[in-house]
C-alpha cells in the first residue's frame, strides 16, 4: 500500500522556498508531529546541507529513526556515511534509475533502482509502502514536491509561513492547482504561521 505522503514547507509571503532566514527550530520540531517513518528529500537539497553535513556533530545513527530517502537520479550526492551518521535517521537509502552513473565501486549505501534516466516517484513510493513505511515526510525546496504533485502523489500539506517578501524565485505551488482542506492553523511569536492542509485527489472537486 502506499503511504500517505506529507510535505511540509518553509515559505515566504510571496512563495517562496529560499532567500530567507527559515526558522529551523520550530520547522523541525513542528515536523516531528508526523513521527514518518521515512524521509523523503532530493539531491538539491542535500547538496545545498554539504558543509553543515561535514561539521556537524555524528553521533552515528538513530536506531528508532526514519529512514532518509534521497532522489539522486545523477549520483550526485556523495555525504552519504556523513547523512548516516548524523543522528537524526536509522540510515540512508538513494534512489537511483536504471541510467544513474556508476557508484564508487566501494560504496555501501543501500539503493532502490526504479524508474529508466529519473526516479520513478510512483514505483518508488510504491515499493517503500511495501517495505513497511506508512508515513513518509517530504523535505524539498520545491522541485522533487512539484514533481509529487504532478503524479497526485502528496497527502497533507503544511506550510511553515514566513513574515518576509523575497521578491523573486519559483514558488513552492508553480503550475499547480490543489485542492485543499483546512487541517489547522497555529501563529506563533514573531509572526510565522503554520498553515495545514489535507489535499483531495484531483478530479473529486
Ligand atoms: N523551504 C523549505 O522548506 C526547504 C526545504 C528543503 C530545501 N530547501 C532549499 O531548497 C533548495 C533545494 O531545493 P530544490 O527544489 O532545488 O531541489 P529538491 O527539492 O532537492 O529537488 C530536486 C530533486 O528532485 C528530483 N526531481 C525533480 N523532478 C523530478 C521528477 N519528475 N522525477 C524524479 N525526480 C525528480 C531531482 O532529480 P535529478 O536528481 O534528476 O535532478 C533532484 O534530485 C536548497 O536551497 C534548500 O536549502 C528549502
Do not use: K, N
Amino acid at each position: 500500500m502506499r503511504p500517505h505522503v506529507v510535505a511540509q514547507v518553509a515559505v515566504s509571503l510571496d512563495g517562496m522556498t529560499s532567500g530567507f532566514d527559515v526558522d529551523l527550530a520550530r520547522f523541525y520540531a513542528l515536523a516531528t508531529l508526523w513521527q514518518e517513518d521515512v524521509t523523503l528529500t532530493g539531491a538539491d537539497t542535500i547538496l545545498a546541507q554539504e558543509d553543515a553535513v561535514r561539521s556537524a556533530p555524528h553521533p552515528g545513527p538513530r536506531p528508532d529513526g526514519p529512514l532518509l530517502a534521497v532522489v539522486d537520479s545523477r549520483a550526485r550526492v556523495r555525504s552519504w556515511e556523513g547523512l548516516r551518521q548524523l543522528g537524526y535517521w536509522s540510515d540512508v537509502l538513494a534512489l537511483y534509475a536504471d541510467q544513474t552513473p556508476a557508484r564508487p565501486a566501494d560504496s555501501a549505501t543501500r539503493e532502490l533502482v526504479t524508474g529508466y534516466d529519473r526516479v520513478d516517484l510512483v514505483e518508488a513510493l510504491e515499493i517503500l509502502g511495501r517495505r513497511g513505511a506508512r508515513v513518509v515526510r517530504v523535505d524539498s525546496g520545491g522541485e522533487l514536491l512539484r514533481a509529487l504533485f504532478d503524479v497526485g502523489l502528496v497527502d497533507e500539506l503544511a506550510l511553515l509561513v514566513h513574515p518576509v517578501v523575497v521578491g523573486s524565485g519559483r514558488r513552492w505551488s508553480d503550475g499547480h492547482a490543489l485542492d485543499l482542506e483546512p487541517a489547522g492553523t497555529e501563529v506563533f511569536e514573531g509572526g510565522v504561521v503554520w498553515l495545514r492542509y489535507c489535499i483531495r485527489p484531483s478530479g473529486l472537486r
